[in-house]
C-alpha cells in the first residue's frame, strides 16, 4: 500500500482539522472538522472526495463542520462510541480494542479520556491524531476527567512508538513553549526547539506535526521524571500523577 496523505486545514482561529487521503482505496477523511468552507477548499484543491468525517471529542470546534460536510458530500460521520449523544450526524460509534476499517488499513483506536469523558485518538499507521488531549508540547483542560484519567490517557500515548507523528488539534505550540521553559529552563532539547517554533510561526509554518519521541523529551505534561521539572514545581519526592496535576494547575494559570 502506498502512504497515506496527510493535509493540514488550518479552521477558525487556531484549530487544526487534516484530511487523510488514501489513494489505493480511493478514500478520504477529515479529521475534527470545525468548519466546512476550508474542508471544501482544500479537498477542491486536491481533487479528493470525502468519504468520513472522523471525531476525537464532541467539542464544536471539532465537529462543527459535520452537519453541512455530510450533507454536501454524503461522508459517514465516525466518533466515540460512548459520546454518541454530543457528536453531530454520527453514523458509526467506535472503541478502543476494536480497529475501525479505513478501506485495507486497520486503524487503531484509543481511549484517551479527561479533556472530555469519551475523548479518542486515531492511529493511522505512524500518525497520531489526538485531537486536544495531546498538544505539541502541552495538554487539553481537565474539562470532563481528573488528574488521574489524563495522566493515565498521556501514559497510553506515550505508549506509541517514538517515531509517531503527533497531529493535534490547535496551533498552541508556542504558548506551550513559553510555559514549559518555566519549567525546565535548562532543558536543551525544549530551548532548541523553541528557537524552531518562534521561526516557524514567525512565517505563518504549522508546528505540527511533532512525534512522540519530541513530546517525551520537550513537553512537561509527559516528563514527571524530570528533577529540573520537579524542582520547580517543589515536588521532589511526589507521584507521578501528583507532578502532572501541579503542572497542569499552573499552566491554567499561566
Given at each position: 500500500?502506498?502512504?497515506?496523505?496527510?493535509?493540514?486545514?488550518?479552521?477558525?482561529?487556531?484549530?487544526?482539522?487534516?484530511?487523510?487521503?488514501?489513494?489505493?482505496?480511493?478514500?478520504?477523511?477529515?479529521?475534527?472538522?470545525?468548519?466546512?468552507?476550508?474542508?471544501?477548499?482544500?479537498?477542491?484543491?486536491?481533487?479528493?472526495?470525502?468519504?468520513?468525517?472522523?471525531?476525537?471529542?464532541?467539542?464544536?470546534?471539532?465537529?462543527?463542520?459535520?452537519?453541512?460536510?455530510?450533507?454536501?458530500?454524503?461522508?459517514?460521520?465516525?466518533?466515540?462510541?460512548?459520546?454518541?449523544?454530543?457528536?453531530?450526524?454520527?453514523?458509526?460509534?467506535?472503541?478502543?480494542?476494536?480497529?475501525?476499517?479505513?478501506?485495507?488499513?486497520?486503524?487503531?483506536?484509543?481511549?484517551?479520556?479527561?479533556?472530555?469523558?469519551?475523548?479518542?485518538?486515531?492511529?493511522?499507521?505512524?500518525?497520531?491524531?489526538?485531537?486536544?488531549?495531546?498538544?505539541?508540547?502541552?495538554?487539553?483542560?481537565?474539562?470532563?476527567?481528573?488528574?488521574?484519567?489524563?495522566?493515565?490517557?498521556?501514559?497510553?500515548?506515550?505508549?506509541?512508538?517514538?517515531a509517531t507523528?503527533?497531529?493535534?488539534?490547535?496551533?498552541?505550540?508556542?504558548?506551550?513553549?513559553?510555559?514549559?521553559?518555566?519549567?525546565?529552563?535548562?532543558?536543551?532539547?525544549?530551548?532548541?526547539?523553541?528557537?524552531?517554533?518562534?521561526?516557524?510561526?514567525?512565517?505563518?509554518i504549522p508546528?505540527?506535526?511533532?512525534?512522540?519521541?519530541?513530546?517525551?523529551?520537550?513537553?512537561?505534561?509527559?516528563?514527571?521524571?524530570?528533577?529540573?521539572?520537579?524542582?520547580s514545581l517543589?515536588?521532589?519526592?511526589?507521584?507521578?500523577?501528583?507532578?502532572?496535576?501541579?503542572?497542569?494547575?499552573?499552566?491554567?494559570?499561566?
Amino acid at each position: 500500500m502506498r502512504p497515506l496523505d496527510i493535509a493540514i486545514v488550518p479552521c477558525l482561529s487556531d484549530n487544526y482539522a487534516y484530511l487523510v487521503h488514501d489513494a489505493d482505496a480511493g478514500l478520504c477523511a477529515v479529521i475534527d472538522p470545525s468548519e466546512a468552507p476550508p474542508v471544501d477548499k482544500a479537498l477542491a484543491a486536491r481533487g479528493w472526495k470525502l468519504t468520513h468525517i472522523l471525531n476525537t471529542h464532541h467539542h464544536f470546534d471539532h465537529t462543527g463542520g459535520n452537519l453541512p460536510l455530510k450533507q454536501t458530500t454524503g461522508a459517514r460521520v465516525v466518533g466515540p462510541a460512548k459520546d454518541r449523544a454530543r457528536i453531530p450526524g454520527i453514523d458509526e460509534g467506535v472503541e478502543e480494542g476494536k480497529d475501525w476499517r479505513f478501506g485495507r488499513r486497520a486503524v487503531r483506536v484509543l481511549e484517551i479520556p479527561a479533556h472530555t469523558r469519551a475523548h479518542i485518538a486515531f492511529v493511522f499507521d505512524d500518525a497520531a491524531f489526538t485531537g486536544d488531549t495531546l498538544f505539541a508540547m502541552g495538554c487539553g483542560r481537565l474539562f470532563e476527567g481528573t488528574p488521574e484519567m489524563m495522566w493515565a490517557s498521556l501514559t497510553k500515548l506515550m505508549n506509541l512508538p517514538d517515531a509517531t507523528r503527533v497531529f493535534c488539534g490547535h496551533e498552541y505550540t508556542q504558548s506551550n513553549g513559553r510555559f514549559a521553559l518555566t519549567l525546565e529552563p535548562d532543558n536543551a532539547a525544549l530551548a532548541s526547539r523553541m528557537k524552531e517554533v518562534d521561526a516557524a510561526r514567525a512565517k505563518g509554518i504549522p508546528t505540527v506535526p511533532s512525534t512522540m519521541a519530541l513530546e517525551k523529551q520537550t513537553n512537561p505534561f509527559l516528563r514527571p521524571n524530570s528533577a529540573e521539572l520537579r524542582r520547580s514545581l517543589g515536588l521532589e519526592s511526589a507521584s507521578d500523577v501528583e507532578v502532572f496535576a501541579e503542572t497542569r494547575r499552573r499552566k491554567d494559570n499561566f
